[in-house]
């Protein structure tokens, strides 16, 4: 049975009742016409201490959304922003499609979307959809977690899987969800005289990377590089990240990863492993002693992926959770240009 309940806010509560569960669901309906104020923005006339304000308040907060996290990440964005910066919803966009402007997601930021310090209703995420200006003829973003995609679109949506793993437990109960074959790696990998170690540099991390791993990558360029470099210096300086690595008994480094940090989460950014690395499993012990030392804090190990069977499986080893999140897409191009942008 639904109720009807009259709001200060203009909302209308419906609530029902679920005994299997023993709680109430209270879902919120806006009235979209009346009471919001949702407006595109371009980026020369977005306040960005407004903006930041608002993404760090958000319900559903993460540091991709700060300004000046897009600001390293890409060369063009603007906004969607309701009333005085209670919502925001990036706009990441260029114009390399025979001149015709499109919205993208930008590399190593994985998840963006509507960030807001009110309800994350479907009725709100369905307004900042249809606030996209229409001059962005072709769409393919994703969005962040906790947005929820009206069933009545005209985009195509499609799930992306991301795994976490809350680390709120003490360590030997998250160790016993460890798969099997986990806990063999860590014992081989014992075998070795390794170190951990956070004396790492993010351009020596950056060339483990591109040396092992970013050259396998088709869309690593030099410019890709060049970003990983002003995203990791920019996080430290903040302190809203740190590098770690795996040393073998030459001192030489076999695995490295940088860390995003905010907002209860410490997000897998950018992993690297040497092929001694993977051969005696290092960045199994990175993830463990990683897991280990902030075990039992309210925060979640975003490994922020993957689509990529094999390395879902990884993740899944350490008994991380699919918590998935949306990709969306539309294309508005002319006929003679959409076919080559299905």
């Known amino acids: 049975m639904y109720k009807m309940v ?41 306040n960005r201490k407004k903006w930041d304000s608002c993404v760090h308040y958000a319900t559903n907060a993460s540091p991709y959304a700060y300004t000046w996290y897009l600001n390293n990440v890409c060369e063009e964005w603007d906004g969607i922003i309701e009333g005085d910066y209670e919502s925001v919803f990036p706009l990441v966009w260029n114009n390399r499609l025979a001149g015709y402007k499109r919205l993208f997601q930008p590399q190593f930021c994985q998840q963006l979307g509507l960030f807001s310090t009110r309800i994350l209703s479907q009725p709100r995420m369905a307004a900042f959809l249809e606030a996209i200006p229409h001059k962005f003829r072709y769409i393919d973003i994703y969005l962040n977690e906790r947005n929820f995609v009206p069933s009545q679109t005209d985009f195509e949506v499609f799930q992306r899987p991301n795994y976490q793993l809350s680390l709120a437990d003490d360590y030997d109960n998250i160790r016993k969800n ?36 970013g050259k396998h990558i088709a869309n690593m360029t030099d410019a890709s590089y060049h970003t990983l470099h002003r995203i990791i210096y920019n996080a430290l300086h903040r302190g809203q990240g740190f590098i770690t690595g795996i040393q073998d008994e030459n001192g030489e480094l076999c695995a490295a990863a940088f860390f995003l940090t905010g907002h209860g989460k410490i997000i897998n950014l950018l992993p690297s492993s040497s092929p001694k690395g993977k051969k ?39 008994g991380a959770k699919n918590v998935p999140y949306s990709r969306i897409k539309r294309n508005n191009l002319p006929f003679w240009l959409k076919w080559l942008k299905k």
């Open 6 to 46: 009259k709001c200060e806010d203009n909302f209308a509560k419906v609530l029902k009742t679920f005994n299997h569960y023993d709680i109430t669901i209270i879902i919120a309906f806006h009235h979209l016409n009346h009471t919001m104020d949702i407006r595109y923005i371009k980026h020369e006339d977005i």
């Open 178 to 213: 460890y798969s099997t074959n986990l806990k063999r790696n860590l014992k081989k990998a014992a075998q070795h005289q390794l170190t951990f170690t956070t004396s790492i540099t993010p351009e020596t991390l950056v060339t483990l990377f591109r040396t092992h791993q």
């Open 280 to 318: 005696i499993s290092a960045m199994h012990i990175l993830l463990d002693v990683l897991i280990r030392n902030n075990a039992g804090r309210p925060v979640v190990l975003d490994f922020e992926g993957s689509a990529i069977s094999s390395i879902a499986r990884f993740y899944q080893s350490f």
